[in-house]
C-alpha cells in the first residue's frame, strides 16, 4: 500500500518568516494529495490540494509544489502568523474507482512566535 | 458548503459503558463515510469505511464488535464503543467526499476519555 513520510515533525518560526513541509509517497499511482490544517481539539481542515497533472499550485499565501519524478511534494506558507500554528498534515491517494481515500503523513507542528 | 457535524465533542464515561458517536453530513449525502482515531500528536489511523445500508469495513486490526459502526441514511453514520475501557481514550474523528470532489471533509472530532 501507499505510504507517506512528512518532515520535519516540528517546525518552529518567527511570524513573518516562511515555513516549508515536505512530504515524500511511496505510490507511483496516487494522483491527488491534499494537505489539512488541523488545530487544537479540532477535525482536519482541508487547506489547499494538487492533482499530479499540476506541478504547482498557489492560494494567497500558501502553495503546493509536486514532482512526480521523485515522488515529492512540500507545503510553503509564506508570510506565517501566529494563527498559523496548527498541525499539518499531508495525504496522499489514487483516484481508482472514485475513493480518493487519503493516506496520511504523521503531521507537522507549525509553532509561528510573535 | 460540505459539511460533516460530529457530536459530541467530548464525553467522558466510565469503564464498560457504551458510547455513540454520530457524524451527519448537512449539505449532502454521503453513500460512504470514514471513521479515524487520533492518538495525541499522532497521525489519523482510518478504522473503518462505513457504508450506507450496508455492512462497514474494518481495518486489519480493529474489532468489529468493538467499535459497532451503523450508516442507516444517506447522511448519517455512527460509532458505538462498546464496553469501553481506558485504553479506548482517544480523539474519534468521521469524514466524507461529496460526490466529484476528491477531498474529504472531517468532522470537528470527539474525545473520548474512559474512567
Known amino acids: 500500500g501507499e505510504n507517506v513520510e512528512q518532515h520535519p515533525s516540528t517546525l518552529s518560526v518567527q511570524e513573518g518568516d516562511s515555513a516549508v513541509i515536505k512530504c515524500t509517497y511511496s505510490?507511483?499511482?496516487?494522483?491527488?494529495f491534499p494537505w489539512y490544517k488541523q488545530e487544537l481539539g479540532k477535525g482536519p481542515q482541508l487547506i489547499i490540494d494538487?492533482?499530479?497533472?499540476?506541478g504547482e499550485k498557489k492560494d494567497q499565501r500558501i502553495a503546493v509544489t509536486l514532482n512526480k519524478t521523485a515522488k515529492h511534494f512540500s507545503l510553503h506558507i509564506t508570510e506565517t502568523q501566529p494563527e498559523d500554528s496548527a498541525v499539518y498534515f499531508c495525504?496522499?491517494?489514487?483516484?481508482?474507482?472514485?475513493?480518493?481515500?487519503?493516506?496520511f503523513g504523521r503531521g507537522t507542528s507549525l509553532i509561528v512566535h510573535p | 458548503g460540505a459539511v460533516v457535524s460530529q457530536h459530541p465533542s467530548r464525553v467522558i464515561c466510565k469503564s464498560g459503558t457504551s458510547v455513540k458517536i454520530e457524524c451527519r453530513s448537512l449539505?449532502?449525502?454521503?453513500?460512504?463515510m470514514f471513521w479515524y482515531r487520533q492518538f495525541p500528536k499522532q497521525s489519523l489511523m482510518l478504522m473503518a469505511t462505513?457504508?450506507?445500508?450496508?455492512?462497514?469495513?474494518?481495518e486489519q486490526g480493529v474489532e468489529k464488535d468493538k467499535f459497532l459502526i451503523n450508516h442507516a441514511s444517506l447522511t448519517l453514520s455512527t460509532l458505538t464503543v462498546t464496553s469501553a475501557h481506558p485504553e479506548d481514550s482517544s480523539f474519534y474523528i468521521c469524514?466524507?467526499?461529496?460526490?466529484?470532489?476528491?477531498?474529504?471533509?472531517f468532522g470537528s472530532g470527539t474525545r473520548l476519555t474512559v474512567v
Open positions: 505510490d507511483s499511482a496516487s494522483n491527488y
Open positions: 469524514s466524507a467526499r461529496v460526490g466529484g470532489r476528491e477531498g474529504y471533509t
Open positions: 462505513s457504508n450506507e445500508g450496508s455492512k462497514a469495513t474494518y
Open positions: 494538487i492533482r499530479s497533472n499540476v
Open positions: 449539505d449532502f449525502q454521503a453513500t460512504t
Open positions: 495525504a496522499a491517494s489514487i483516484g481508482s474507482g472514485g475513493s480518493y481515500i487519503p493516506t
